[in-house]
């Protein structure tokens, strides 16, 4: 955690900040530890600090790393950032991207002129893009646990059962397989209830000869999982089976383009290309993946708009879609690390067609 902190100050010079008020729950978790719902960090070559108010003062000595001074504030905790500032002028970076602007006129009335405010976004953002070992192997556990979750569920059977009641029961084996949480309200979708990418189980039987979109996580360490495989609720037409095929070929493009130095719009293209050749294009609609770590979406992003490059120990979800309206929706997803000379595929259950009754 300390290095992490001294990861962040030595960012500070390049961006023309002193200090940097880091104030995003997420942000602030990833520099100290802590998980409660109040608190911020303060940091600089002059000062290492985190504030919480009285409520959380016993949590954050247990989980605080101790690199930081700890200080109790009042529930305002702005109210404490200026007597932790070094003396003369100062040039404080804000989360610009999570700051509301009621919070930063706030924090405006609070501090001195000597103290000049300048938006900051996206400092300690680039620092979670990178994984260290701990954070990978605590992701690799979480997607472990959801694949078992979801091999329960198919052994007991998707037809008969609503979507919703297939959704619960996924959820509930995540949590009682010892998971924290489920990343996200699990997706069940069948049929053509599946051409929406991110619908919402309904109180609606799964009937045989449909596909199945299931879009489920795991939350372990803090840390998320996110994986989608289309199941088979019995035989499916040869029409529809072709759709699958078509986006796991796209999929495994996707998958083979991921490697340290690809810019994510290229590896976006790879899959892409795979589906407009087909004459599907049109139905591939979102971007190709996402980053995952303590958020279940953060940078780099796969993406026709991507900025982003790879870099070892980023942590991508790699997930082409079709999606057919009034008839189907079929989408394969994988997250995967990537490594020094390619990628390491977390998800481990298989990507051919899986049929369950």
Request: glycine fraction near 12%; aromatic fraction near 4%; charged fraction near 25%.
């Amino acid at each position: 955690m300390s290095g992490r902190a001294q990861r962040a100050i030595e960012l500070l010079p390049e961006a023309g900040l002193d200090a940097l008020l880091v104030t995003d729950l997420v942000n602030v978790r990833y520099l100290t530890g802590y998980t409660g719902s109040n608190g911020l960090a303060l940091i600089g070559e002059s000062v290492c600090a985190f504030v919480t108010d009285f409520r959380y003062v016993e949590q954050a000595a247990e989980e605080v790393n101790p690199a930081f001074d700890r200080r109790r504030g009042e529930r305002d905790l702005l109210e404490a950032v200026d007597e932790l500032l070094p003396d003369g002028p100062v040039r404080l970076g804000f989360e610009e991207a999570h700051m509301s602007v009621r919070t930063h006129r706030r924090l405006r009335e609070l501090l001195p002129e000597r103290v000049s405010l300048v938006g900051a976004a996206g400092l300690i953002e680039r620092l979670r893009a990178v994984k260290e070992a701990a954070e990978v192997d605590s992701m690799r556990r979480a997607a472990a646990l959801a694949d078992d979750a979801l091999r329960w569920l198919l052994e007991r059977g998707l037809v008969g059962r609503t979507e919703r009641q297939a959704a619960l029961a996924l959820e509930q084996r995540i949590r009682s397989l010892g998971a924290e949480d489920v990343s996200f309200p699990a997706i069940v979708a069948g049929g053509a209830h599946g051409a929406l990418p991110h619908a919402s189980p309904r109180d609606v039987e799964i009937s045989g000869g449909e596909l199945v979109v299931i879009d489920w996580g795991a939350r372990v360490d803090g840390y998320n999982s996110d994986c989608t495989r289309t199941i088979a609720a019995g035989a499916v037409s040869e029409q529809d089976a072709s759709i699958y095929s078509l986006v796991l070929e796209a999929q495994l493009a996707g998958v083979g383009a991921v490697r340290p130095g690809a810019a994510g719009r290229e590896v976006d293209a790879a899959a892409r290309a795979v589906i407009e050749a087909a004459g599907q294009g049109g139905r591939f609609g979102h971007g190709l993946g996402h980053g995952v770590g303590l958020e279940v979406h953060e940078d780099p992003r796969l993406s026709q708009r991507s900025d982003d490059v790879l870099a070892a120990g980023n942590a991508v979800t790699v997930e082409p879609g079709i999606y057919l309206p009034g008839r189907l929706g079929v989408r394969i997803e994988d997250l995967v690390i990537v490594t020094e000379d390619g990628c390491e595929i977390l998800s481990s259950i298989g990507k051919d067609l899986i049929v369950v009754e």
